[in-house]
């Protein structure tokens, strides 16, 4: 088996070719090429997207490119439980949410929300597992290579507004806990499947509850009506279908707080002691050329991202990492938590080059060559396994 890790890193994932190379060595089926997109997003770009599952769907890196903003129809989706009727869209304004926690807790509308405040900020939403395929060790779970990952532009209240208009955050507290609106099944206990995520109350310096995505209401398949976004965070604590926010003394005792989410050596089980997908990472991966190119110049582009500190630059080497040159930033800086779009223009010889990119913030954290194996696979950012081997002749 020792062609497996070569076979992940390398190869499946650059395109159909290298699926089936997977499949003839005998790999699990990691993504259903050419699977039809499921009902409930039906409306997005099945050319941009591997179909891993009914309930995951990635973007293609290729599909990637140099976009500073992903288009809705191209971003990826992840959901733990199957997504809730389109009927709680029919009527945005009339979904409920709940808000505990605070000096005045109360239920209101979201048509009552609006009228507390809004912001906009464009935030990199990433699943904690975006890179799991890169991993050597065997990871369950959907074998995301790079495009877990999006930057989207999000409209909603902030969550400072909303609690000053609420008479504050009661006393001890810290956590800021959001519960998913799907239904729970009838003898299902809730904390068993329920997505309820608490992150640090300091979050919510930066958290919105987001009625819009990209200039358009939030589709139901990306969590509307009102979705909890934390800029900075990974995915899962953007939890979608809010219907409630509640801050909490404690963590949330669901599952996919308590064990789920938890970083931990590979081979042992997730327990709360253990840290939390919470903060994201600074990384950067290449989205062109991905496989050949023609002799003489060409532009390398890229995105990368800070996590939760703007970035400072990002280096791209031809040659395996051995030479580093700096990349120019495309397009406006959105902020600390958008991802930026680079390229590096250059001249590439007849043969195979080994493509990588590596970022860095203005705070010094910069992207690893190699990241540390975890059981389940998360937070993968090292620049090595993210490179691409290109020809060129
Ligand atoms: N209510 C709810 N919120 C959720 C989830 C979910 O299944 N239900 N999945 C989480 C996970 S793991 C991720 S990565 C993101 C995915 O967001 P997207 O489907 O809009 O891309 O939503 C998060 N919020
Ligand atoms: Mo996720």
Sequence with gaps: MSLLPQLKRRHFLIGSAGGLVGAAAGLPAMAQE???????????????????????????????????????????????????????????????????????PQTMTLGALKTLG???????????????????????????SVGAAGNVIWTGVPVRDLVAAMGGVSDGMDWMTGTGGEEIPDGVPAETIQVERSVPRAAMEQAILAWDMNGTALPLAHGGPLRLVIPGY?????????????????ESPSKIQQTGYRVRPVGEKGDPSQPSMFEMSVKSWITGPLEEAGTGKVQIHGVAMGGTAALEKVEVSVDGGANWTV??????????????????????????????????????????????????????????????DLTVG
């Design 34 to 104: 050419g699977a039809a997109l499921p009902d409930y997003v039906a409306w997005k770009d099945a050319d941009d997207l591997i179909v891993h599952s009914m309930q995951t769907l990635e973007t293609r890196r290729g599909a990637i490119g140099s976009g500073l903003v992903t288009p809705s129809e191209d971003l990826y989706i992840r959901n733990n439980l199957p997504a809730p009727p389109e009927e709680i869209v029919a009527d945005r304004d009339a979904w409920e949410i709940a808000i505990e926690g605070v000096a005045e």
């Design 327 to 388: 990349a120019q930033f495309l397009g406006p800086d959105m902020g600390p938590y958008a991802w930026r779009p680079f390229v590096l223009i250059t001249e590439l010889g007849q043969g195979t080059h080994m493509l990588a990119s590596r970022a860095s913030t203005v705070d010094g954290q910069v992207q690893p060559e190699m990241f540390e194996p975890n059981e389940r696979g998360y937070g993968h950012n090292g620049w090595h396994d993210h490179a691409v």
């Design 118 to 144: 809004v912001e906009t900020v464009a935030c990199v939403l990433q699943c904690s597992g975006n890179g799991r395929a890169f991993f050597d060790h065997e990871t369950s779970g959907t074998q995301w």
């Design 234 to 250: 990974y995915g899962v604590n953007n939890v979608k279908y809010l219907k409630r926010l509640a801050f909490t003394a404690q």
